[in-house]
Each structure stands twice: as structure tokens, then as C-alpha cells.
């Protein structure tokens, strides 16, 4: 079966630094998402992405974050530099269609930021 | 505010049991809910959802969730766990007509089952 990988499963950075954390999404899917999860609070959206631009984002995803689709497969996310706030779980996600289409999730990547 | 509240953190159940772990929301807008559920190292995996129609939805896995309106919850229930099912169960839902795609989650219920 079909599934979304991301990498790496757990990155360190120092605060201040760059980041970009990969997913691979299911292949043919349209609609890509990121969320993220602190540790003990709720799985929270970032962002979503269709047709090569963004769809929605919420009001984390500020002007530190970026998303893109570089090569028609990997969907990525960038941290221009990192704070200490944003060390959490990352999830990738992806649908066929957006809305009422079931979002397939990633395993995640732990970002631990030093 | 919209949110989802999961008043349980943590449900120790026997096996063979069963199980209701609560979702109640709060919405503005019409939603649609889901329930994820996610293995240890594993992704979020969808157990079911509630679009429009028949308010008892069957999922995955032998569960199944009643989306009450007059009282914002969607309840997920099984009749009988197994060892198999311990896991991290997320409520979830989306706004419609709020031109967000995004989903809206709880914090989660650590179902734990013993032998």
C-alpha cells in the first residue's frame, strides 16, 4: 500500500539555523500538507499546498517558514531560522482532492531545536 | 474559538472490553470529523469520518463513532479491544465554508489495553 515517508525521523539544529525537512508524498496525490505537534499539545495545521502554490495557512506559518515542490515528488519545509519554540513532531500529509478526501500522514520528523 | 476537546488523556482498558474515548467540538460553522489513530512510530491513520447522512459511522478495525449535533460530540466506541488496538486515537474535524483545509485536532487519548 501507498504511504508518505519523511525524512530525516529526527533532526537537531542549532537555534538559528536552517532547516528543510522532506516528504514524499503518495504518488498522484494533489492536495500537501504540513502540520506539527509539541510535545503535549494538539496536532496543529501549518499549511496546504495544491497546484503549486499555497491554499491555506494558519497563523503559525509565518514569514520563517516556506514550502515548495521542487521536482514533482518531494514536498518540502523550510525553518529559515529556527527558534527554540519550533521543536516539535512534523507531520507531512497528502490527498487526492482536497476537503472531504481522507489526508494520508507521514510518520513524521522529530525537530529538536538546541 | 474552534476546537476539539479530548476529555481523556489516557483510558486503560481490559482486553475483550469495551471502549468509548469522547470528542466533543466547537464550531461555528457546519464541520466534518474524523477520527486518526497512530501506532507507535507510525503516521496518523484514518479510522473514520463523518461527512453528511447516517450519524453512526463504521470504520477500520471493528470501530465505529455517532456524530451527535445537539451535542457537538462524535464519540468513538468498540464493542471489544484487543492488545492490537493500543494506540494514540485523534478526534478531528473541518470547518466548511471557512476556506480553511486545514484540520482542527484534539490532543489525543493514549488508549491502553491490558491483558
Known amino acids: 500500500e501507498p504511504e508518505v515517508t519523511q525524512t530525516p525521523s529526527h533532526q537537531v539544529t542549532q537555534m538559528g539555523q536552517e532547516v528543510i525537512l522532506r516528504c514524499v508524498p503518495i504518488s498522484n496525490h494533489l492536495y500537501f500538507y504540513w502540520y506539527r505537534q509539541i510535545l503535549g499539545q494538539k496536532v496543529e495545521f501549518l499549511v496546504s499546498?495544491?497546484?503549486?502554490?499555497?491554499?491555506?495557512k494558519s497563523e503559525i506559518f509565518d514569514d520563517q517558514f516556506s514550502v515548495e515542490r521542487p521536482d514533482g515528488s518531494n514536498f518540502t519545509l523550510k525553518i529559515r531560522s529556527t527558534k527554540l519554540e519550533d521543536s516539535a513532531m512534523y507531520f507531512c500529509?497528502?490527498?487526492?482532492?482536497?476537503?472531504?478526501?481522507?489526508?494520508?500522514f507521514g510518520p513524521g520528523t522529530r525537530l529538536t531545536v538546541l | 474559538a474552534q476546537s476539539v476537546t479530548q476529555l481523556d488523556s489516557q483510558v486503560p482498558v481490559f482486553e475483550e472490553a469495551p471502549v468509548e474515548l469522547r470528542c466533543n467540538y466547537s464550531s461555528s460553522v457546519s464541520v466534518y470529523l474524523f477520527w486518526y489513530v497512530q501506532y507507535p512510530n507510525q503516521g496518523l491513520q484514518l479510522l473514520l469520518k463523518y461527512l453528511s447522512g447516517s450519524t453512526l459511522v463504521k470504520g477500520i478495525n471493528g470501530f465505529e463513532a455517532e456524530f451527535n449535533k445537539s451535542q457537538t460530540s462524535f464519540h468513538l466506541r468498540k464493542p471489544s479491544v484487543h492488545i492490537s488496538d493500543t494506540a494514540e486515537y485523534f478526534c478531528?474535524?473541518?470547518?466548511?465554508?471557512?476556506?480553511?483545509?486545514?484540520?482542527?485536532f484534539g490532543k489525543g487519548t493514549h488508549l491502553i489495553i491490558q491483558p
Open positions: 499546498f495544491y497546484n503549486n502554490e499555497i491554499s491555506e
Open positions: 478531528a474535524f473541518l470547518s466548511l465554508g471557512g476556506g480553511a483545509d486545514g484540520l482542527t
Open positions: 500529509a497528502s490527498g487526492w482532492t482536497g476537503v472531504t478526501d481522507t489526508q494520508y
